[in-house]
């Protein structure tokens, strides 16, 4: 079935750092591609998101490409703060099932020092 | 971002107690949705409404009790809870269900405790 694999965490970086978190994910056919954060105490947000091959997905400064030939998804920043510590979800809608429905990946937490 | 609303943030209740999980949303959407995040599991869908109907349940246990009586309002109705259904219950809407590439619209959640 469908499902989104997502690198473990935590992931633990210097302020002004290079942020690289790794999504893959399995599904049939072009599955919509998200991004959610989750700030501590709250519910998710969307990110950034794509919706077909090769779109790029961009927000504060956050992006990913939607790599068909790989399956992957990876979100990516040149430069975190500590405002950024957070749990970040990528997760996939696919075409199978008839609704928008979201499948998550395990989520990874991300811990910024200054 | 008030978007989608949660009452109560917080619950404890005990095994034999009834409860109800309150969402409100006031995005004009049509299709709203419950999931459950337990400690170190995905989040898992519970239930999809859309225009009001149920359209999917996710082999949920009885013991939760969806009901959607307009498109703004969802509710979550609890009795008989197990410890291990301690979690955080996210309420999300969205346009519609029928359209892949919309975005779901979180709620802050409530935080489950079953003694």
């Known amino acids: 079935g469908d499902s989104v694999t997502q690198m473990e965490g935590p992931v633990t970086l210097s302020e002004e750092a290079f942020l690289t978190i790794n999504c893959t994910y399995t599904?049939?056919?072009?599955?919509?591609l998200f991004w959610y954060v989750q700030y501590p105490g709250e519910g998710l947000q969307l990110l950034l998101k794509?919706?077909?091959?090769?779109d790029k997905g961009s927000n504060k400064g956050f992006e990913a490409t939607y790599r068909k030939e790989t399956t992957s998804f990876h979100l990516e920043k040149g430069s975190v703060q500590v405002s950024d510590s957070a749990v970040y979800f990528c997760a996939l809608s696919p075409l199978s099932g008839g609704y928008n429905k979201l499948i998550f990946g395990a989520g990874t937490r991300l811990a910024v020092h200054p | 971002e008030t978007g989608v609303t949660q009452t109560p943030r917080h619950l404890v209740m005990g095994m034999t107690n009834k409860k109800s999980l309150k969402c409100e949303q006031h995005?004009?959407?049509?299709?709203m949705y419950w999931y459950k995040q337990s400690a170190k599991k995905p989040l898992e869908l519970m239930f999809v409404?859309?225009?009001?109907?149920?359209?999917e349940n996710n082999s949920v246990p009885s013991r939760f009790s969806p009901e959607c009586p307009n498109s703004s309002h969802l509710f979550l109705h609890l009795h008989t809870l197990q410890p291990e259904d301690s979690a955080l219950y996210l309420c999300?809407?969205?346009?519609?269900?029928?359209?892949?590439?919309?975005?779901?619209?979180f709620g802050p959640g409530t935080r489950l405790t079953v003694l």
């Open positions: 794509a919706t077909k091959a090769d």
């Open positions: 999300a809407s969205s346009q519609e269900t029928v359209r892949r590439t919309d975005t779901q619209y």
């Open positions: 599904a049939t056919g072009y599955p919509s």
């Open positions: 409404y859309n225009f009001k109907e149920q359209t």
């Open positions: 995005l004009g959407h049509n299709a």
